[in-house]
């Protein structure tokens, strides 16, 4: 576990400093920096299914109100995710199918990016990928009750295996609902298994319980559904986009990532009762996404980075296909031994879990030389991996590689600006700017702005109706607008009314002066247009008179 996750934590930390941050960043750094009754307040409009990430990002940012200290606890919780990936491989086969799988977690791009972000979408991963890890513990806790003593045993520990898989999954569905779907994910693993009845009860016991616990989020969210209107229906390119961010993003990568994972599917069903390392890591992997997909068609719900927890099942399927064609290669030489089944490992035969069980061996059996080098060549596999994506790597430390970069529109604001001029956001959420970074837009008067945010329970304020905004515009001889290009160019129409009249006067009544893009946005001068000029004619002169 301690390699993978020291690797994450180093590519997680390199370049962490991009010196901006973008809107969804933005959005946690000024919620963090608000009193709990100002974000308990603002749940109540929107973003609820961000509230405990909120109320985690406060304690943090009381600390240091920075960009890289906004994103430290992704940091932190990517190179847990790659330990307890590596762990998960351990306990499910052995200890070399665990490095190989949480080397390339920590060395797959999409993971890497968001370790590097300030959103909830990391932790999301390290909180899923730990219940599996308890899933896999309390499954097996179970099944060594052999009599009517043991049975009771299960039923005291149901506090500990079982109690500790649901309150990490209820934590990691409140840091985002749709980690639910790893419900999904881990009955199908359960039914893979041919888990037996004892299994069954307890996990519907804590699922049930997990699902009841999320009610009130659930109601709250689906009232706040017009914050997804944007998203559309996932296509096969989205399906495809997915596979390849998991298994690889360079294309050699990919495919041979790809054959691993299909060989890995050979060992999909074990014996009965028993989870494989193949039948936990392809639901994880492929059952979130997929269902999340298919629901889109009918409401479009999809995101990746929604299902990123479903990136640790995919280094698992590959490490573990890994290792079938290494007990392969390893029958074929003379006089080699057979393959090893799904759980075991190699030296004394014990399973891989045994070694942290009560009554399993007290240490884990003794590496052989060929042991130690088939391990090194995976290691190598690895680093050949990295070798191909690190171009990957370096380009999304990049600010540019984000959606936009408020930190380089301050900067243009902050030059062009002078106290007192008038400003405009085109839509109100590019007002996140000037939350964000306050001191590059001080002195200049927000127009459309009757209410700032935290005083307002809102992520961008409360701006003036459209009657008075249009009054307000009216008074104006030239101001400064921040916008987003895509709107500028008619590319898409604001629903909302004052929107609309913001667009509309801006290109009835203004043309436009200075401009400057930068970062996703544009910031545009407008001035008021001069009226045609009144041609004065003279008047002929009077007859004289007679």
């Known amino acids: 576990m301690g390699v993978p996750a020291l690797v994450m934590l180093v590519i997680g930390l390199w370049g962490l400093d991009r010196g901006g941050i973008w809107r969804d960043e933005a959005v946690t750094f000024q919620v963090g920096r608000r009193t709990v009754p100002q974000i308990w307040r603002l749940l109540h409009g929107v973003d609820a299914v961000h509230g405990l990430y909120y109320l985690l990002m406060h304690a943090v940012l009381a600390v240091h109100p920075g960009e890289v200290v906004l994103r430290l606890p992704s940091v932190a ?50 909180g899923a990928t730990g219940a599996t890890v308890l899933l896999v513990r309390a499954v097996r806790h179970t099944r060594q009750a052999r009599g009517p ?101 360079v294309p050699g990568v990919y495919w041979v990532c790809l054959g691993f994972a299909l060989v890995a599917l050979a060992g999909l069903v074990g014996r009965r009762g028993e989870l494989t390392c193949a039948g936990v890591a392809l639901p994880l992997t492929v059952v979130p996404p997929g269902v999340l997909m298919l629901v889109s068609q009918v409401s479009p719900l999809y995101v990746d980075r929604y299902v990123l927890y479903a990136l640790s099942g995919a280094p698992l399927l590959v ?116 939350i964000a970074y306050p001191r590059a837009f001080r002195g200049a008067r927000d127009v459309a702005l009757v209410e700032g945010a935290a005083a307002s329970g809102t992520l961008y304020g409360r701006e003036a109706g459209p009657g008075e905004l249009r009054r307000r515009l009216a008074r104006l001889d030239r101001v400064w607008v921040v916008a987003d290009p895509r709107l500028l160019a008619g590319r898409w129409t604001p629903s909302q009314p004052a929107e609309r009249i913001k667009l509309a006067v801006l290109e009835g009544e203004f043309t436009r002066r200075e401009e400057a893009a930068r970062g996703g946005l544009t910031v545009r001068l407008y001035v008021r247009r001069l009226s045609a000029p009144t041609v004065l004619r003279t008047p002929p002169p009077r007859p004289a008179r007679w």
Request: glycine letters at 12%; one cysteine or more.
């Open 149 to 249: 003593r043991d049975a009771r045993e299960v039923r005291g520990a149901r506090g500990g295996s079982w109690c500790a898989y649901g309150v990490v999954l209820a934590l990691t569905c409140w840091l985002h609902e749709f980690a639910v779907l790893l419900l999904l994910a881990h009955a199908v693993s359960l039914l893979l298994a041919r888990a037996g009845t004892r299994v069954w009860r307890q996990w519907g016991r804590v699922s049930g319980a997990v699902v009841l616990s999320l009610l009130p989020m659930i109601v709250l969210s689906r009232a706040q559904a017009a914050q997804v209107a944007w998203l559309r229906r996932p296509t096969a390119d989205t399906a495809d986009g997915v596979s390849r961010a998991f298994l690889g993003s």
């Open 77 to 126: 919780a990517a190179a847990v995710t790659a330990g307890l990936v590596a762990a998960l491989g351990t306990r499910l086969v052995r200890p070399r199918v665990g490095l190989w799988a949480g080397l390339l977690y920590a060395v797959t791009p999409m993971a890497g990016h968001y370790a590097q972000e300030g959103r909830s979408y990391a932790l999301v991963a390290a």
């Open 319 to 434: 490490a573990c296909g890994a290792e079938r064609v290494a007990g392969a290669l390893r029958r074929l030489r003379p006089g080699g031994a057979g393959t090893p089944g799904p759980l075991r490992s190699g030296g004394d035969g014990a399973p891989a879990f045994l070694w942290s069980v009560p009554g399993g061996p007290s240490r884990p059996p003794r590496l052989g030389g060929r042991f130690r080098l088939v391990t090194w060549a995976g290691v190598l596999g690895v680093v050949l991996v990295l070798h191909q994506q690190f171009a990957l790597l370096r380009a999304d430390r990049d600010p540019g590689r984000r959606p936009d970069d408020l930190a380089a529109v301050s900067r243009i604001a902050a030059r062009r600006l002078a106290p007192g001029d008038p400003m405009l956001f085109l839509p109100a959420q590019t007002r996140n700017v000037a």
